[in-house]
């Protein structure tokens, strides 16, 4: 007896069934991978940069946002009186006059420039910076 | 047939686990970027106090009406200022009982020449300020924003009582301009009357009448900056008007509030003899021959850097051309041991209070009248 290939009467209709199938593994193998990327966006942690601060002190002014300048000015004794408690009888003495800081603008810090000020990183952020 | 089912059923498993995960991060995500989320550094709604002096203009608009300003401030933004923000339709301040500054300073600090002499008073003041003076020397509390400065929680009750508790027999509201903090002081000031307490506010004088009007009770006295007597000045150097500071000055003498003028002399800008003497006329005419007046000495500072500090010289001609238009009562200030620290008998001309900068050295008053010739000068002596 001949030996017969036999077909089953379904096989056509197998063929788009296949297909289907590895469309949704595809897609769900993909829908994994965006999903991991969303909650590596989604989850943030401290920033290390400025320990979740958001700020780093400015390198300029220490922090302090403002810049001391000397300057001398005329005493109003003008260097008349012999004792005077200002001047010492010199007629002169110097003080200081602050500005704010060039650098921060007078705000004595920076934003951070690994977070943006958030004091927060994201997963996928932290790992892309790496 | 049996393996078949069982792999079916495993990947329709792995396929709704998938679904979900990826729904519920969707979800989270979109919910992150959407939530609206409340601006940075400022209190909880239920922290702040509300605003006074304002009006609801509907679709969540409100005006202020504190100030010359009178801002009118979208739901989410904040006055000029920066201290009164408008959350939900409705105005409230940002830094009521959040002082970034508490000090005890001598009166003569201020200055206030005709007001306690040699006693020392404990002065508040917060971030922020209605003008933007290039000269301005607190401009590290006046130019940064409430979350741009170091505060204090600090009720009314208990400043007033720390008052009490440092030996102070008044309390200011300086540094910055204090309508800025308006409700705070208001209620300080109320309850320190309460106590017994004097109280006064050194103020740039923008505030407008009926808070003014309604702060006046509570005030024993005020010193009021005319930084100049010309609007060019107001609007070029201090993004800031005259006419209400005029305005201003009439109220508090109108009201029988003990009143000291202050004049910061800035060079080339604000010097001008002819404008400096119809200052005088004005202040002679409106505000009365005995009401004191304070030349300032200008030093270099914030972004008015370049100008040196005023000469002697400036302010000597200044305090000369006062008391040519017939003011008695003429001080040079920011220039310690100049003899015009010093109040002078305007009748016998004799030294009756000498100061040397804050220091008051020698008092010879007798129940407010000049020692020697028994004039009475004008001020709050005891």
Redesign the interface.
């Known amino acids: 007896m001949p030996i017969v290939a036999t077909q089953s009467p379904e096989s056509g209709t197998n063929e788009p069934r296949i297909l289907t199938?590895r469309l949704?593994?595809i897609l769900?193998v993909g829908?994994?991978i965006?999903?991991a990327l969303?909650?590596g966006?989604?989850i943030e942690t401290e920033c290390q940069h400025c320990d979740g601060d958001g700020k780093i002190e400015c390198p300029v002014c220490k922090g302090i946002?403002?810049i001391a300048?000397p300057?001398s000015?005329?005493?109003?004794?003008?260097g008349e009186?012999p004792d005077?408690?200002?001047?010492g009888s010199i007629g002169r003495y110097n003080?200081l006059?602050?500005?704010?800081c060039d650098i921060c603008l007078?705000?004595g810090y920076e934003i951070c420039p690994k977070c943006g000020g958030d004091g927060r990183i994201k997963l996928i952020e932290r790992f892309l910076k790496r | 047939m049996v393996t078949d089912n069982w792999k079916s059923r495993t990947r329709r498993v792995i396929e709704i686990v998938a679904i979900s995960l990826f729904v519920v991060i969707g979800v989270t995500i979109i919910l992150q970027t959407t939530a609206p989320s409340p601006p940075q550094g400022v209190p909880p709604k239920e922290k702040l106090t509300e605003a006074r002096y304002y009006q609801k203009l509907g679709d969540g608009m409100v005006q202020c009406q504190l100030c010359f300003r009178k801002c009118t401030i979208q739901e989410g933004a904040r006055g000029v200022c920066e201290n009164r923000i408008n959350i939900g339709g409705t105005l409230y301040s940002l830094v009521y009982a959040n002082p970034c500054a508490i000090q005890i300073d001598p009166v003569e600090k201020e200055p206030l020449f005709h007001l306690l002499p040699g006693d020392t008073t404990l002065c508040f003041g917060t971030a922020s300020c209605n003008q933007k003076c290039l000269f301005c020397h607190n401009w590290h509390m006046s130019q940064r924003t409430v979350e741009e400065t170091d505060n204090i929680a600090l009720s009314p009750e208990e400043a007033v009582t720390m008052a009490g508790e440092v030996g102070c027999n008044s309390i200011s509201f300086t540094y910055n301009e204090p309508t800025v903090f308006y409700e705070y002081m208001y209620d300080i000031a109320k309850l320190a009357k309460e106590m017994g307490l004097v109280t006064y506010f050194h103020s740039n004088g923008t505030i407008n009448p009926e808070p003014l009007r309604a702060l006046l009770p509570y005030m024993d006295a005020a010193c009021i900056d005319l930084k100049a007597f010309t609007e060019e000045f107001y609007l070029n150097v201090s993004s800031s008007e005259l006419e209400p500071v005029l305005r201003t000055l009439k109220i508090i003498k109108e009201e029988g509030v003990w009143l000291e003028v202050v004049n910061l002399l800035i060079p080339t800008l604000n010097d001008d003899m002819d404008k400096l003497r119809e200052m005088c006329i004005w202040i002679r005419d409106n505000l009365g021959e005995d009401t004191p007046l304070h030349f300032s000495r200008f030093f270099p500072a914030y972004k008015l850097l370049k100008l040196p500090p005023t000469p002697l010289e400036t302010l000597d001609k200044a305090r000369e051309i006062a008391q040519e238009v017939g003011l008695k009562y003429v001080y040079i200030g920011n220039a310690p041991g100049h003899i015009a620290n010093s109040t002078f008998c305007p009748q016998c001309g004799e030294l009756i209070i000498k100061r040397v900068g804050f220091i008051v050295q020698q008092y010879l008053l007798k129940e407010g009248r000049c020692a020697y010739c028994g004039y009475p000068i004008p001020g709050i002596w005891d």
Not at chain 1, 97 to 100: D, K, S
């Open positions: 199938r949704i593994i769900i829908i994994v965006v999903g969303g909650a966006v989604t946002g403002a300048i300057f000015v005329e005493c109003a004794c003008r009186s005077c408690p200002v001047c003080t006059t602050t500005t704010p007078g705000k």
